[in-house]
């Protein structure tokens, strides 16, 4: 089953912040990953931590919390492209297996 | 772009047939991994390999072989098609580069298993 927990959809406004929570479990952690993934497409790259703290990234930035089992992504100054969908991914130390979460599906409005 | 394809982009097959994936990088990366997606499971981890004849199964192995016999072409096997495999697959590399699991992601294969 998931060994992580992402909410399934989330909407904003153009220009406002949005905050995408990720829960995991912590057996063989490593790191955590984020990745981008429009309809239709591939997803894509956007974010790793493996310590705790804040990785920036231009609009976007993300947090991890070992201690809580915890991370998200943050979008700022939203745009009508950042509509998406948001997977976070727990990278384990063995073998270089990668675990998704289910997805958020962030809708952005203008 | 990472130099990924995939091949088919696109498949129709019959249940109880045999189908071929292929995945083919040209940056000579040692880790290549498959992953189905699906509507409401996110992406699921099929098998991966850790270099030429070496692989390893993913979290839904089941009904899925994989062959590497060289470093840029990772192949996925339906030993027989049923209709539950009818996903959308991704083929992945990961380069391994200044300590940041990064994966870059082939523009996927959509299959359809009647």
């Known amino acids: 089953g998931q060994s992580l927990e992402q909410p399934s959809e989330v909407t904003a406004v153009e220009g406002a912040i949005v905050q995408i929570n990720c829960t995991y479990q912590t057996s063989g952690f490593y790191g955590l990953s984020w990745y981008q993934q429009h309809d239709g497409g591939a997803p894509t790259f956007l974010s790793y931590n493996a310590l705790d703290g804040l990785e920036e990234t231009g609009r976007f930035s993300s947090f991890l919390s070992r201690s809580d089992s915890y991370g998200y992504l943050l979008l700022q100054e939203l745009q009508m492209k950042d509509s998406a969908s948001y997977f976070c991914a727990r990278e384990g130390t063995g073998g270089f297996k990668t675990i998704f979460g289910a997805g958020t599906r962030l809708f952005v409005k203008a | 772009d990472a130099g990924i394809t995939q091949s088919p982009r696109h498949k129709v097959t019959e249940t109880g047939t045999p189908v071929t994936l292929r995945c083919h990088q040209t940056?000579?990366?040692?880790?290549m991994y498959w992953y189905r997606q699906d509507p409401g499971h996110g992406l699921r981890l099929i098998h991966y390999?850790?270099?030429?004849?070496?692989?390893d199964k993913g979290e839904v192995s089941d009904g899925y072989s994989v062959s590497r016999s060289k470093t840029e072409d990772f192949l996925l096997t339906l030993e027989s098609a049923t209709s539950s495999q009818t996903s959308v697959y991704f083929c992945?590399?990961?380069?391994?580069?200044?300590?940041?699991?990064?994966?870059?992601f082939g523009p996927g294969t959509r299959l359809l298993v009647l």
């Open positions: 390999s850790y270099g030429v004849k070496d692989t």
């Open positions: 940056e000579n990366h040692r880790y």
């Open positions: 992945a590399i990961r380069p391994r580069e200044a300590g940041v699991e990064t994966q870059y």
